[in-house]
């Protein structure tokens, strides 16, 4: 099962809180499990009762996504991931075992052009589960869009935010994805092509 939005609401403007809090797809159940693909695999910043690696099928990373509100600003938007449907792709990640009550907290991170879909995720193991991603498409507002490498890393370079520098977030998401033994040819190009601007600087 490929990422579906929990619901046929459209997001409104670069604030998607209020819509994600309409989604009450997994408002009654106890746990659910949540993919982290991004800032997610190395800071998650709430708590959970489980932590696994896993994957979601159909949809590929890419820095497509403006960020306006953590890793840049209104003025100057940094770059960072969000997914984009690819036929046969696999999206290597982590998977969190949460607590609905964690939705408010995830709902404002994330609130900068990204919706909740509902997903099937899987584990190492073999075993499924049914899961929540936030995935920001093209319909949003903060959507910068497919460019070059160099284009990218240079605005990754030049951007930060009330989080920090956007460089931060690809190197520690490059960083990351290496030591749990992925690869992700789009963020390890991304993280040459910034180095090779830094070193050239």
């Not at 984009?84 to 408010?104: Q, R, S």
């Not at 052009?113 to 049914?130: H, K, M, N, Q, S």
């Not at 240079?154 to 920090?164: E, H, K, L, M, V």
């Amino acid at each position: 099962m490929s990422p579906h939005p929990v619901s046929g609401t459209p997001a409104a403007g670069l604030d998607t809180t209020a819509t994600n809090r309409l989604m009450d797809y997994f408002d009654h159940h106890d746990q659910v499990w949540l993919f982290g693909y991004g800032s997610l695999l190395y800071k998650a910043g709430f708590p959970w009762l489980e932590c696994r690696p896993a994957a979601i099928r159909g949809w590929t990373r890419r820095f497509w996504q403006g960020s306006h509100d953590h890793r840049g600003t209104p003025e100057a938007p940094g770059r960072v991931a969000t997914l984009v449907p690819e036929e046969g792709a696999l999206c290597d990640g982590m998977a969190y075992l949460i607590t609905p009550a964690v939705f408010d907290q995830l709902d404002i991170r994330e609130k900068n052009g990204y919706l909740r879909f509902v997903t099937e995720l899987y584990f190492d193991d073999g075993a499924r589960a049914e899961g929540l991603v936030y995935i920001a498409t093209e319909e949003n507002e903060a959507w910068l869009g497919p460019a070059s490498d160099h284009e990218i890393a240079r605005r990754i370079a030049d951007s930060a935010g009330p989080s920090g520098p956007n460089r931060d977030y690809l190197l520690h998401l490059a960083e990351t994805l290496r030591a749990l033994g992925h690869v992700d040819e789009h963020v390890f190009a991304l993280e040459r092509a910034l180095l090779d601007i830094e070193r050239s600087s």
